[in-house]
């Protein structure tokens, strides 16, 4: 069976079994604890242990969705119109080709990409799912190759994003090359297959997140971009915010990006799913080239090898840097990540900086203004594209007033005195944009996006001054076990909340003892089925997946496993400019350790001529481009490469990285306080 017709066939079920969860039935209290069904705890535990966990189902075990979160899954049938397939034709629509199975690995056999994984999303909505969830996976599992319109084509599905290939008098201008090395390769070869090798003459890189461009050494080589002449089109600040983002709080985005996307989990119907905006990120090689041409204005056109663009500059809205594209010869606009299939993030789980919902509202009525009158195709960066002038206009609306209804009702509420928890745990979409499918929450959330909004205008603090000097996690933890007495006790009532479906507070307490004792294995266990079923009723994906890897790391210990993770080229480190290496070189000194050094240093970069006073005051690094001073304790020479070396704390023999005139000791005292970081830091536990 071909992969659009079984796709078909899996649509007519799904919709059929949806219809048929319509009528709920009563639903009787979970009876899924009982010890009758408990299973053996593990041998490193006592016998005690193993009884106590025997009697309360306490374990290790991945369990089945309860009662209550079954009832709660098939409520969500009566929300939506599950007889809608407009999303699942649009995703659909203009199918060329697509191998019959898609596992993408690298040269060393690691897989990479899979979409071969997710087979078991031909069956019906799982009772551990969202059922929209579910449908949302099953649509962002339709991969191949695609036409969108007259020359513009797009593989889609095999990565996080879409990369879009533009026909050209010559060959392709390409539109954001996926993330990573290996699938954008594999993307090439499936066009190169079905339409031809053509050349790569013009590249367009839509925003500064790395699943845009993390790709783009599998389609070119510098040598070529040099040799050819080829543009890599940008908008302003691109490098900037590309590069900075993956450096001043790098290491802790990445292990936080490890709950977001489930780099941990396995996919399956108490698994991974997708995360709205696809199936997750990637695990290949990432790469970087530096753009040839920024774009800095809106209404800038720019014709390449006969293709004709104009551009518009989103700043703020999905990234801090992002644009937009009209191809007035084929009235289609490329709509980067503004308008997707899910409501987006105004806050990313990663950590990110906050997005302003309020002008990606108005960006996107700036879209609606400039080319809502003729446009017939849109298209993007994730997700599938939408057809018909009327509903395009309808599409980008829609998205611009959940966010502006996000931003105003946040705002009102703040003026009425509420708290950012208050408030996410109060708002909700209206009920018509409820409904709508592609702003469904499968990848950000009203809630969160909510407590996004409250950060941007009023920040952390509640204006309740018992918040002012929180004592930390730990702390309050034991406070709270020593008030609370026995912590046995505390168990069996959550377990009895737990019984009655009351899963978030269950998870809160629970979490609570695991600070105060990170060895309470009853409390490890109880906290983990609680966050599973918050993890099977969540309609994020994300969330998912954060829940779920909360439990898997109570049960299974901090997960340490370089494989889930994507292979970085030395590309990003090279690119940062000197001001951003001695930025990236004070965040890691430890100040407080350092604070009684200091001295003032000339610093030398041969091979850029660029030269800076660097100041050391209480082990703070302060430094001062352009300038040098005679009265300098020290003069050091050297690279950019040896400053990065520096950094990233990469020395292994100063003499050979640095020059050095004045006071010797004073480098390698700096150096004894430089940090190297643990990429895998606890999240779930102190």
Known sequence: MTKRKRMIKLCTLFIAASMCCLNLTTCAKDSSLDASSSKTSSDAQTESEENDNDALNLNADTKEATEYTKQANEAVYGEIDFEDTDEYDNATKGLIAAPETLEITDENGKVVWSQSAYTFLEDDASDTANPSLWRNAQLNNIYGLFEVTDGIYQVRGYDMSNI??????????????????????????????????????????????????????????????????????????????????????????????????????????????????????????????????????????????????????????????????????????????????????????????????????????????????????????????????????????????????????????????????????????????????????????????????????????????????????????????????????????????????????????????????????????????????????????????AYLAGAKELREGTIIDDSTRASQTTDIAQSMDTELLLDYLAINIDSNAAENLSFTANLIITDTEEEFLLTVKCGILLYTEGKTSDDADVTWTTTKAGLSALAYSRIESLDDVFVQDGDTELLPSLMTYIQTYDRYFNIIEP
Request: glycine share 8%; with cysteine.
């Open 164 to 545: 879009t290939f533009i026909e050209s008098d010559n060959g392709w201008i390409v539109f954001d090359p996926l993330m990573s090395i290996e699938c954008s390769q594999a993307a090439k070869e499936l066009v190169d297959e079905y339409l031809g090798e053509r050349d790569i003459m013009g590249i367009v890189i839509s925003h500064s997140h790395i699943d845009h461009y993390g790709g783009i050494k599998g389609i070119v080589t510098e040598e070529y971009v040099e040799e050819n002449d080829i543009p890599i089109i940008v908008p302003e600040g691109f490098e900037e915010h590309a590069v900075s983002e993956n450096v001043y709080a790098g290491t802790a985005m990445s292990r936080r990006a490890s709950y977001q996307y489930g780099t941990y989990l396995d996919q399956s119907e108490t698994g991974k799913l997708s995360i709205g905006i696809g199936m997750g990120q990637s695990t290949g090689t990432t790469s970087y080239m530096s753009p040839t041409m920024e774009i800095t204005e809106t209404g800038q056109t720019v014709t390449v090898d006969g293709v004709t663009m104009e551009f518009q500059l989103t700043p703020g809205t999905e990234a801090p840097a992002e644009m937009n594209t009209w191809f007035p010869d084929k009235n289609a606009l490329w709509i980067a990540e503004n308008c997707t299939g899910t409501m987006h993030n105004l806050y990313t789980l990663r950590g990110a900086e906050v997005r302003d919902g309020l002008e990606w509202a108005k960006y996107l009525l700036e879209t609606l203004d400039l080319y809502g009158e003729d446009v017939e195709t849109v298209f993007q960066s994730h997700n599938w594209p939408h057809w018909g002038n009327e509903t395009i206009n309808t599409y980008i609306e829609d998205t611009a007033a959940a966010y502006k209804f996000i931003n105003d009702q946040t705002l009102m509420y703040i003026n009425q005195g509420y708290t950012e928890t208050e408030i996410a745990n109060m708002i909700e979409l209206p009920e018509d944009l409820q409904k709508v499918w592609y702003i469904r929450q499968y990848y950000g959330t009203v809630s969160h996006n909510a407590k996004a909004v409250y950060q941007k205008y009023m920040g952390w603090y509640d204006a309740n001054p018992v918040n002012l000097a929180e004592l930390t996690p730990t702390e309050s933890a034991e406070k709270y076990v020593e008030y609370m007495g026995d912590t046995d006790e505390i168990l069996k009532k959550a377990m009895e909340d737990y019984e009655n479906g009351e899963y978030q507070w269950v998870a809160q307490i629970t979490n609570i003892l695991v600070y105060a004792d990170p060895d309470n294995m009853d409390a490890r266990y109880l906290c983990a089925d609680a966050l599973e079923q918050l993890g099977y009723q969540a309609e994020s994906g994300t969330w998912r997946n």
